[in-house]
T-cell receptor, first 114, second 113 residues
Framework: QKEVEQDPGPLSVPEGAIVSLNCTYS??????FMWYRQYSRKGPELLMY????GNKEDGRFTAQVDKSSKYISLFIRDSQPSDSATYLC??????????????FGGGTRLMVKP | NAGVTQTPKFQVLKTGQSMTLQCAQD?????MYWYRQDPGMGLRLIYY???????DKGEVPNGYNVSRLNKREFSLRLESAAPSQTSVYFC????????????FGSGTRLTVV
């Protein structure tokens, strides 16, 4: 079983829909949680970063962490065709040292149709 | 300001051939990383370098070597390529601070036949 599980999709939604992307994980020591967006044939770019449990909002994006359930979510409001990409969750135990590896989910491919 | 630059963008190798993937950053970051990305597997760490002159193994180091030539450059070498090394390779850097944001290059698509 992978340490971080993510539904690969594809997830297809109409423009303007609310999108919910999710990851589950097994390592209860994870404390730092990230979402990356990756456009086709590009490198991932950091979208959201959260520490421990709770919500964080940035424009149309909301990241949610539920450590008791080992479950994280990314919500996209008023989705746009430009949001079409693969979304990767990532997490780590600590950010102290360069060697504190990020563990990535496999990514969910999102398609927003005009 | 280019960020992280990787060369080449594409490469086809025959089994047993060798090659070096180049990575250069202009962000003045100490930490640099090499990842590979395979369908459904996410990103897996091959090697990393916490600072100039140091390198350490990641999750999947077998079949690879690295060199941290200076603060800007971190190269990945395949000595004897195998079909299992067909993948997309990403170089990344990380600055200091709690944001822990990696900056990734645009990747090298490698096919080993």
């Amino acid at each position: 079983q992978k340490e971080v599980e993510q539904d690969p999709g594809p997830l297809s939604v109409p423009e303007g829909a609310i999108v919910s992307l999710n990851c589950t994980y097994s390592n209860s020591a994870f404390q730092y949680f990230m979402w990356y967006r990756q456009y086709s044939r590009k490198g991932p770019e950091l979208l959201m970063y959260t520490y421990s449990s709770g919500n964080k909002e940035d424009g149309r994006f909301t990241a949610q962490v539920d450590k008791s359930s080992k479950y994280i979510s990314l919500f996209i409001r008023d989705s746009q065709p430009s949001d079409s990409a693969t979304y990767l969750c990532a997490m780590t135990v600590s950010t102290q040292n360069a060697g504190n590896m990020l563990t990535f989910g496999g990514g969910t491919r999102l398609m927003v149709k005009p | 300001n280019a960020g992280v630059t990787q060369t080449p963008k594409f490469q086809v190798l025959k089994t047993g051939q060798s090659m070096t993937l180049q990575c250069a950053q202009d962000m003045n970051h100490n930490s640099m990383y090499w990842y590979r990305q395979d369908p459904g597997m996410g990103l897996r760490l091959i090697y990393y370098s916490a600072s100039e002159g140091t390198t350490d193994k990641g999750e999947v180091p077998n079949g690879y070597n690295v060199s941290r030539l200076n603060k800007r450059e971190f190269s990945l070498r395949l000595e004897s390529a195998a079909p299992s090394q067909t993948s997309v390779y990403f170089c990344a850097t990380r600055g200091t601070g709690r944001g822990y944001g990696y900056t990734f290059g645009s990747g090298t698509r490698l096919t080993v036949v």
